[in-house]
T-cell receptor
Framework: DAGITQSPRHKVTETGTPVTLRCHQT?????MYWYRQDPGHGLRLIHY???????DKGEVSDGYSVSRSKTEDFLLTLESATSSQTSVYFC????????????FGQGTRLTVV | AQKITQTQPGMFVQEKEAVTLDCTYD???????LFWYKQPSSGEMIFLIY??????QNATEGRYSLNFQKARKSANLVISASQLGDSAMYFC???????????????FGAGTRLAVHP
């Protein structure tokens, strides 16, 4: 199994507070992705990274920021959590070109109350 | 723009029968990859099968095959001899090459929930 770990696995937070989710990999893969999964929407891309300090927005990036200061860690920050950000968050990693599958973390269930 | 569409929110199939899950995509990049993932009720994402845009043959992996029709921009997943353990969510995904400038952005469809009945 690909070495990818998300932390925390579960979190409950209050509206308006900042929250940071961590994705850590031991595979030295170049690409890292953050998704959110909501019923009826599948997995929607929030942000992704194609190298250290190289990131780009996905389709649902509003209210989220990311940072990648080293290859192994990709952080997702909810700057001021809202109830609409209650979701399951997945991190994925991949290497190489378009023919390389992505490996996923176990997911983080975030509840904003 | 890069897009993946799965039009079947739910499907059911009898055990031991075959089932086709639909996926259409849109891209202007000539180089791309198409993937199918399975998500059982436990929540993990399991990679099933891959098809490259330049591949001449349809991909197969055990009971899974990908019916790739490039001109129609479709990449349907066929599961043969369905088993009860195949009950899960199935996601189609696409990853473009770097020609689009998207740096290998990987996007997913909304998914199809498959129920296998005994």
């Amino acid at each position: 199994d690909a070495g990818i770990t998300q932390s925390p696995r579960h979190k409950v937070t209050e509206t308006g507070t900042p929250v940071t989710l961590r994705c850590h990999q031991t595979e030295n893969h170049r690409y890292m992705y953050w998704y959110r999964q909501d019923p009826g929407h599948g997995l929607r891309l929030i942000h992704y990274s194609y190298g250290v300090k190289d990131t780009d927005k996905g389709e649902v990036s509003d209210g989220y920021s990311v940072s990648r200061s080293k290859t192994e860690d990709f952080l997702l920050t909810l700057e001021s959590a809202t109830s609409s950000q209650t979701s399951v968050y997945f991190c994925a990693i991949s290497d190489g070109g378009p023919n390389t599958e992505a490996f996923f973390g176990q997911g983080t269930r975030l509840t904003v109350v | 723009a890069q897009k993946i569409t799965q039009t079947q929110p739910g499907m059911f199939v009898q055990e031991k029968e075959a089932v086709t899950l639909d996926c259409t995509y849109d891209t202007s990049d000539p180089s791309y990859g198409l993937f199918w993932y399975k998500q059982p009720s436990s929540g993990e994402m399991i990679f099933l099968i891959y098809q490259g845009s330049y591949d001449q043959q349809n991909a197969t992996e055990g009971r899974y095959s990908l019916n790739f029709q490039k001109a129609r921009k479709s990449a349907n997943l066929v599961i043969s001899a369905s088993q009860l353990g195949d009950s899960a969510m199935y996601f189609c995904a696409m990853r473009e090459g770097s020609l689009s400038g998207g740096y290998n952005k990987l996007i997913f469809g909304a998914g199809t929930r498959l129920a296998v009945h005994p």
